[in-house]
């Protein structure tokens, strides 16, 4: 199923999933899942460096503020001209597994988490609907 949210971004859900909306956050997930996909979406005001640094700086932040052990480093997928993604796993506080996007084309980003009880085979379904990104 093709989701686009505002003028500027589409991606796909595997039919059969839930899509909630808002204006800033979207969340997905599939009833007899194991977890839930979230998205917000943003638009960079202030470049802080070049777009690789400005992601990077968001995603310590949100790490640092929620308190979240990575598993390894977060990864900087740079083989998409198209958008750059960073991206890790890790585990919160309360030691559910978490993974976290951030896909960016400046100026344009979204931020991506996804969180279960324990890490699953759903994650693979997840990182399908965030590789379909695509900016328009």
Known sequence: MNIKHGDYVNYQVPEGWIVEENDELTTVYNNDGEGALTLSFYTIMEMQGTLDEHISIMAKKFIDCNLIKLHSSLI??????????????????????????????????????YHSEKKTSEVKIIDKIISSIIFN
């Open 76 to 113: 900087l997928d740079g083989t998409n001209k198209e958008k750059s993604v960073l991206y890790g796993t890790g585990t919160t506080q309360d030691n559910w597994f978490i993974k976290i996007w951030i896909v960016a084309k400046c100026p344009k980003v979204i931020f991506a988490t």
